[in-house]
């Protein structure tokens, strides 16, 4: 769809909203488990040494310079994906939620394994020392003492994600769309996206009135969510 013969009083936002949220809800459905599980392992269970030690490194590495990759890179990686390999739909939200899920998912793993090595290991030995195993050391020790660290990695994570646009533009997902999205395999837009499409728009009022009220919507979206996360840690770090 797009924005001809679409006047600027008629450009709302509404569905934009929801498309955002829905992309970014799935999205992190997909990727928290995924590099939740995958910083555990390679920071708690992955070996020091040996064949096993140094692919555990190799792969440490490599995602650690995959949290820096441009966005656009994700993009063609999430059209090869679900465009050519699985056959996705063009634009609809599995599409855009898995590719930015792609997106976020190296600094999700890294910034869990930081919270995993800040947590004391005085407390993991007198885990052990009382007779728990490591799972039990893992789940009533050291993830509780890792969720606030764990959940300032998904504040920043969630950030990048929902003002990103150049991955959803790659997928085709739509520039506009005039109702929300419906399920997760029908049409989608986001808040960054009708940005990107009235700021090219001719019409000098969608430029100067549909621009600079979308923005508004996107940062005030962007802060009710960094701030419910904030609480939220901070809540945890009280209780740990």
């Not at 799935?26 to 992955?46: D, H, S």
């Not at 150049?166 to 940005?195: E, K, R």
């Amino acid at each position: 769809e797009s924005w001809d013969g679409l006047t600027a009083s008629n450009a709302g936002v509404y569905p934009q909203i929801v498309g955002s949220i829905i992309i970014v809800g799935f999205m992190a459905v997909l990727a928290f488990p995924v590099g939740i599980g995958a910083a555990i392992y390679l920071e708690e269970y992955a070996p020091n040494s040996g064949f096993r030690g140094r692919l555990a490194t190799l792969l440490e590495v490599n995602i650690s310079n995959l949290a820096g990759v441009p966005s656009v890179v994700y993009g063609l990686l999430g059209l090869a994906l679900f465009r050519r390999t699985l056959g996705f739909g063009t634009g609809i939200v599995v599409s855009a939620s898995g590719t930015l899920g792609l997106l976020i998912l190296p600094i999700v793993i890294v910034s869990t394994q930081e919270a995993l090595r800040s947590v004391p290991d005085d407390l993991r030995q007198g885990s052990y020392g009382m007779g728990a195993s490591r799972w039990q050391t893992l789940r009533e020790v050291v993830l509780p003492e890792a969720i606030p660290g764990t959940l300032t990695g998904t504040i920043l994570a969630l950030a990048r994600a929902i003002g990103e646009t150049a991955p959803l533009v790659i997928i085709a997902v739509a520039t506009t769309t005039y109702s929300p999205p419906s399920g997760l395999f029908s049409s989608a837009t986001a808040l960054p996206l009708q940005i990107f499409a009235a700021s090219a728009n001719a019409k000098p009022e969608f430029r100067h009135g549909v621009v600079p009220a979308a923005a508004v919507v996107l940062l005030t979206l962007m802060l009710l969510m960094n701030a419910t996360a904030i609480v939220i840690r901070n809540k945890y770090g009280r209780e740990t």
